[in-house]
DNA sequence: CGTCCTGCTTAGGTCGGACCTAACTTTAGG
DNA sequence: CCTAAAGTTAGGTCCGACCTAAGCAGGACG
């Protein structure tokens, strides 16, 4: 455990104790969803195996899906900050695919790679499933709000269907993640396949898909 | 054995019956959150309302949100199965551009404009935000396995990626015309605004984004 | 034509998450 | 020291989700 010695006002003794109990009781219930399944565990399991009052485990994570996506406001932040503050003549397009490429090089995992039982935990649980999505559009919302500020009043609808189309996009690679942890497929591979269908998604982003028809043709028979 | 007909459609004193106390209920409840607000009504008071059962209540409705959202099936299905059954040699996106004006022509309100009222209540309420964007992404996710299941193996990313561009355009659509609405704009100017946006927001998918930057030139004007 | 099966409805209850209040504890600061 | 502030605590309320067993009425069939 390292402690960030940043800023010396911010380390006393009670923000040290508070951030323990934090840490302590995320923890322990990441333990118990784990075994048990986030339904099947209360906040007054959590409490009590925590050793703390059941009140205390609300104040840290007001909402019991809280204890599960702490990192929510990363994720939700995350992307518009990039291209907000991207330099001065990058098209949006290429600070969403330079963000993305640096997060996967980082390990960022918040890129939908967190690990198989943690996919499958999310899978099982509605509550989750559900807070999930709600992360994945607020992100979608934090974008076309930096897009939105930084457009003419005439493009707001251009802004936001290309914050739609970026997020979107994103959101499609996080699912593409979790799909493939969930076959098995081993870390550094899956690094690799992300990247590469990252590439593939954003450039469908700047194709033109006016006669995109999927449907197998009825030619072969074969 | 086989002769067990029990669903004739819309015959049957039974079904009517049903269907009459769900339809009563569903009116009983819209009323009391459009006076009192969706958070400051409970279940209990609905079905006092009602004159039926707190479980009855539940029984047809197994959410409370589904009390405010019981076109839910309609717009995750709409789209995905308009997409479905387009004829033969239409592209995707042609598709999802006829639905909607058709939609629009035919004065669904499930495109957005339910009326002022009906949007303040959502807005007003997380717990109805939420199952709103469980709708949007349940669209989202029935638009890309009906194109999964029509592409190549090799095409499914590009599939989803279609679909998530697809529907999030719809969810722009949808989000501008409930900010009209909210903006006071009235219904049949609605409508012609929401047309006008659609074309514009459809065309931006066949667009080369790639050099999309919306902020501000600083006016040197080259 | 009556009987039985089906399934909608009902009453009364449990469980757990969200939230509230008032108080207790400890640290930081004057 | 003493106080203000922040974190934690206990005890409780409220309500949505869910359960069960019983009640009741419609429709199918002998």
Redesign the interface.
């Known amino acids: 455990m390292e402690t960030t010695r940043t800023t010396e006002s911010t380390t006393g003794l009670r923000e040290r104790k508070k951030r323990q109990t934090r840490e302590e009781i995320s923890a322990v219930a990441t333990a118990l969803f784990a075994e048990r399944g986030f339904e099947q565990v209360t906040i007054a399991d959590v409490a009590a195996a925590a050793g703390v009052a059941k009140m205390t485990v609300t104040n840290h994570f007001p909402l019991k899906e809280d204890l599960v996506f702490d990192r929510a406001e990363h994720i939700v932040r995350g992307l518009a900050d990039a291209v907000a503050e991207r330099p001065?003549?990058?098209?949006?397009?290429?600070a969403a695919r330079r963000y993305f490429a640096a997060s996967l090089a980082a390990g960022d995992p918040t890129l939908g790679h967190l690990g198989a039982s943690f996919a499958r935990m999310v899978e099982a649980s509605p509550a989750l499933v559900?807070r999930e999505?709600?992360i994945?559009?607020q992100r979608?919302e934090a974008l076309a709000e930096v897009?939105v500020a930084?457009?003419?009043p005439d493009?707001e609808?251009?802004?936001?269907?290309?914050a739609?189309?970026i997020?979107?996009?994103y959101?499609?690679l996080y699912?593409?993640a979790r799909r493939m942890l969930l076959n098995g497929m081993p870390a550094p591979e899956l690094a690799d396949a992300l990247g590469r269908?990252a590439h593939?998604?954003f450039d469908?982003?700047?194709a033109?898909?006016?006669?995109?028809?999927?449907?197998?043709r009825l030619r072969s028979t074969s």
Chains 1, 2 share one sequence.
Do not use: C, K, N, Y
């Not at 609808?157 to 290309?162: D, K, P």
């Open positions: 001065r003549g990058e098209p949006v397009l290429a559900a999505r709600q994945q559009d979608i897009l930084q457009a003419r493009e609808l251009a802004a936001r269907v290309i739609a189309q997020g979107g996009t959101r499609v699912f593409t269908a593939r998604a469908l982003l700047t033109d898909l006016s006669g995109f028809d999927p449907r197998p």
